[in-house]
C-alpha cells in the first residue's frame, strides 16, 4: 500500500506500431496510475495524522509485507507479458489460456509460501513493539493474495488490449481501497486502513475478472510456469533490485529503530516518491515507442533522440521542484503534519537522493525496451547490495530517520550513476561523449540540491520569509545553468512527435 498499483514497468510483449494506439493506452494506464497517486497519499496523509508517527510506523511495516509479497510470482508475470502478447496476436487462444493459467499456478504457489515464511518469521521473532496485534499481519498476507490476483489480470488485459480495464481496475482498487482507509482510519485505526484496502482490491479485482473472462481462475501446468520463470526472471531479478534498492531503509529501521522513528521516516518517503514519479510516467508514455523502434516498427534514431531528449529535459527541469521542495518541506510539515517535524531532514536528503535516480529513470526502461535485461540484473543488484550494506552499516550505529536517509541517498546515486554508464554505451560509441551524458545527466541535480542546501544553511532571514528568500536564491543560481544547457533542446518537437 505504500506504491499505487499499477506501477510496474508496462508490458515488453510483441509492440504495436500504431502510434495513436498506444499513445491512448499509455493515457489510459497514466489516468490510473494519476488517481492512484492522488488516493494513496490522502490516505497516507490522513493516516500519518490519525495514528501518529508509532502507529504509522506500524503501517510501514505492513506495507512492507505487501511490497514483497507483490514480488512472490518470481518472473512469472514478466514472462507472461513477453509471451502472451504474441499468443493473444495471433489468435492461438489454447496457448494464450495454457500461458495464463501457467503463469497463475506460479504466482499461488508463490503467494502461499511467501504468506508461510511471513508467518514463520512472526512466530519465531515476534515484534509487539512495532506490530501490536499479529492478525493485521496476516490481514496483510491476505492483501498480498488479492495484489497478486490484481497484477494477473492486469497482464492478461494489457495483452488483450483492454487498456481501459485495468485503468479501471487502478482507479477502482486506489479510490475505494485507499478512500475508504483514509474514512476508516479516524474510526478503526490501523485495521481501518487495512480492511478498506482489502475491500477495494478485492472489487477491482472482480471487475478486472469479468473484463477478462479468457483468464483462466484454476491454476495448472506448473511446467510451463516454470518456463515463464526462466524467461521472465532477469526483468523481474532487476525489479526486484530495484525494490530492495528504495525499501532496504526501511528494512533497516525496521530491524534496530522502532514504530515511531519508522513512522517518521515513513513520511519522509511518501514526500520524496513524488519525485519519481514524473519521471516514470514520462518513461511509460515514451516506453511503447522504445519497444517498437527495437522491433524495426518505427525508426530508431528519432526514438532515440526522443528519449535522450526527454532524459536531458527532466534533469534540467527537476531540480528547481526538488530544490523548492526541500526549502518549503519545514513550514510545510509544520503546517500539514506537526507531530512529524523531525521528518524534515530525512525527507530533504531522500528527495536529494530521488532527484539523483530520476536522471536514470528514462534511460533505464530504455534498456529494458531494447532488451538488454541482463546487463541491468547485474548493474542493478550490485547497486542494490552495496546500497543495503551502508545503509544497515549506519542504521546499526546510529537508527535515526536523517542519517539512514543520507545513507540511502548514496545508494540512490550509485544506481543512477551505473545506468547512465551503462545507458551511455548504447546512446553514444565515443569514450568523451559518453562521460559528457553522465556529467551533465547528474550536473545540474547535483548543483540544484547544492544551492537548496546552501539556502538552508546560511539564509537566516526570520519567519516566513527564510523561504521566500531562499527560493529566490535558487532560483538565482539556477536559472542561468538550466537556460545554458537548454538550448536546443527541442522539447515541443518531442511533445508533437509523442501525439502522433
Not at 502510434?19 to 490510473?32: E, M, P, Q, Y
Not at 490519525?50 to 511495516?61: Q, R
Not at 540540491?449 to 546560511?458: D, K, P, Q, S, V
Not at 520569509?465 to 536559472?479: D, E, I, K, N, Q
Request: glycine content about 12%; hydrophobic content about 60%.
Amino acid at each position: 500500500m505504500s506504491e499505487p498499483p499499477g506501477t510496474e514497468a508496462p508490458a515488453t510483449g510483441t509492440p504495436t506500431p500504431r502510434h495513436g494506439a498506444f499513445v491512448r493506452d499509455s493515457a489510459a494506464i497514466a489516468l490510473g496510475q494519476y488517481v492512484a497517486r492522488a488516493m494513496m497519499l490522502a490516505r497516507g496523509w490522513g493516516a500519518a495524522i490519525a495514528l501518529g508517527p508509532a502507529g504509522y510506523g506500524t503501517l510501514n511495516a505492513l506495507n512492507l509485507i505487501l511490497d514483497y509479497g507483490s514480488y512472490a510470482g518470481f518472473g512469472a508475470l514478466e514472462g507472461l507479458d513477453l509471451r502472451l502478447p504474441g499468443a493473444v496476436g495471433s489468435g492461438d487462444r489454447a496457448t494464450a489460456r495454457r500461458l495464463m493459467a501457467a503463469a497463475w499456478a506460479i504466482i499461488v504457489a508463490g503467494g502461499v509460501a511467501f504468506a508461510g515464511v511471513v508467518a514463520l518469521m512472526l512466530a519465531a521473532a515476534p515484534r509487539p513493539d512495532l506490530i501490536p496485534d499479529p492478525r493485521l499481519a496476516l490481514a496483510m498476507l491476505l492483501a498480498v493474495m488479492l495484489q497478486l490476483a490484481f497484477k494477473y489480470l492486469a497482464a492478461s488485459l494489457r495483452a488483450h488490449g483492454r487498456f481501459g480495464a485495468v485503468s479501471a481496475g487502478q482507479s477502482t482498487q486506489a479510490v475505494l481501497g485507499a478512500g475508504s482507509g483514509l474514512v476508516l482510519v479516524w474510526s478503526f485505526g490501523l485495521w481501518g486502513v487495512v480492511l478498506g484496502w482489502i475491500a477495494g482490491t478485492l472489487i477491482a479485482v472482480a471487475r478486472m475478472a469479468l473484463a477478462c473472462p479468457e483468464a483462466p481462475r484454476l491454476p495448472a501446468h506448473a511446467g510451463t510456469g516454470a518456463s515463464l520463470v526462466r524467461l521472465g526472471f532477469p526483468i523481474f531479478a532487476f525489479y526486484g533490485a530495484s525494490l530492495v534498492l528504495r525499501s532496504v531503509d526501511r528494512l533497516a529501521l525496521v530491524r534496530f529503530g522502532d514504530a515511531a522513528g519508522l513512522g517518521t521516516y515513513g513520511v519522509a518517503v511518501m514526500a520524496a516518491g513524488l519525485v519519481l514519479f514524473i519521471p516514470e510516467s514520462v518513461a511509460y508514455v515514451l516506453f511503447p515507442r522504445i519497444a517498437a523502434a527495437h522491433h524495426g516498427a518505427i525508426d530508431q534514431a528519432r526514438v532515440r533522440a526522443d528519449v535522450l531528449r526527454a532524459q536531458r529535459g527532466l534533469s534540467i527541469l527537476m531540480p528547481i521542484g526538488v530544490g523548492l521542495a526541500m526549502i518549503w518541506a519545514g513550514p510545510v510539515i509544520a503546517w500539514l503534519l506537526p507531530a512529524y517535524r523531525a521528518a524534515v531532514p530525512a525527507l530533504q536528503w531522500l528527495a536529494a537522493g530521488a532527484l539523483a535516480l530520476s536522471a536514470a529513470t528514462i534511460p533505464s526502461y530504455f534498456l529494458l525496451g531494447c532488451g538488454r535485461q541482463n546487463s541491468l540484473l547485474g548493474l542493478g543488484m550490485f547497486a542494490a547490495a552495496a546500497n543495503a550494506v551502508l545503509v544497515f552499516f549506519v542504521a546499526s550505529r546510529h537508527p535515526d530517520p536523517a542519517a539512514v536517509a543520507a545513507a540511502a541517498s548514496g545508494g540512490y546515486l550509485l544506481f543512477a550513476i551505473v545506468i547512465l554508464v551503462r545507458a551511455a554505451a548504447e546512446f553514444h560509441e565515443r569514450a568523451t561523449v559518453r562521460a559528457s551524458f553522465v556529467l551533465v545527466s547528474l550536473a545540474p541535480s547535483f548543483w540544484g540540491i547544492a544551492l537548496a542546501f546552501a539556502a538552508m544553511r546560511w539564509i537566516t532571514v526570520p519567519g516566513a520569509f527564510a523561504p521566500v528568500v531562499g527560493s529566490a536564491a535558487l532560483l538565482a543560481g539556477y536559472l542561468p545553468l538550466a537556460f545554458v544547457l537548454a538550448r536546443g533542446l527541442g522539447m515541443r518537437t518531442l511533445m508533437r512527435r509523442t501525439m502522433e
